[in-house]
């Protein structure tokens, strides 16, 4: 009579092969269910960004269209509009940011009048105002990568600081120069003279943006951490 301890090689076989296929019968429902809300998450934050997104882009506008004031041999306006830049990096990051600030000049070059007074078209790209409008997205990137590292390292009223005046300040004036230079006429370092009738200003807007984000990410703390 053969031992009932002792099993065939055929059934071992088959007992080994069902092991090594998962059973997701035996899934503990709490990993089950963790990956469903997964599948629901993601979708759902695609849809927050974009409507973080489409929401920042309408704020640059409406802060350009703030009366302006005309500056400087070439009248390059003082606007809001660098105020809703800092506010997309330190704000939503450095991808969305950017992405806000690209959606607000595409807007702008197709037609709408979301510029400074109204202006709107191609026909922008040939004022002094250009090279800063072009540069927008790269100042987003910046200031928002920089608020973000400062967050990640438990330091972000440094890091917010830090990205609106390298970000939003430095980068735009980058862009910004070489547009006044051939608009204008200018020698380079008579543009990047003239520039600096705008950085008092700036700093002002920087520190907004730095008091308005803080508030912001103290209420939602993770908002910077997203994207």
Do not use: N
């Amino acid at each position: 009579m053969p031992s009932p301890l002792r099993r065939s090689p055929a059934r071992a076989a088959a007992r080994a092969a069902a092991g090594t296929r998962p059973d997701v019968s035996r899934r503990p429902p709490r990993e089950a269910a963790g990956g469903a809300l997964d599948d629901v998450r993601r979708p759902a934050g695609r849809t927050r960004d974009l409507a973080l997104v489409a929401v920042f882009a309408a704020l640059v506008a409406a802060l350009a269209l703030t009366p302006a004031l005309p500056v400087g041999p070439l009248g390059v306006p003082i606007t809001l509009q660098t105020l809703g830049l800092m506010l997309c990096g330190t704000v939503l990051g450095p991808w969305r940011g950017a992405l806000a600030a690209l959606v607000y000049l595409v807007l702008g070059l197709a037609g709408l009048p979301v510029f400074a007074g109204g202006a709107a078209g191609l026909a922008v790209l040939a004022g002094p105002s250009a090279g800063f409008l072009l540069a927008y997205p790269a100042g987003a990137l910046v200031t928002g990568a920089l608020a973000r590292a400062g967050a990640r390292r438990r330091a972000p009223l440094a890091g917010a600081v830090a990205g609106c005046l390298l970000g939003g300040i430095a980068v735009v004036h980058a862009g910004g120069v070489p547009g006044m230079a051939l608009a204008g006429g200018l020698e380079p370092g008579e543009a990047a003279v003239a520039s600096l009738r705008y950085v008092p200003g700036d700093l002002v807007k920087a520190v907004v943006a730095v008091v308005v984000a803080t508030a912001v990410h103290r209420a939602s703390p993770r908002l910077l951490l997203g994207r």
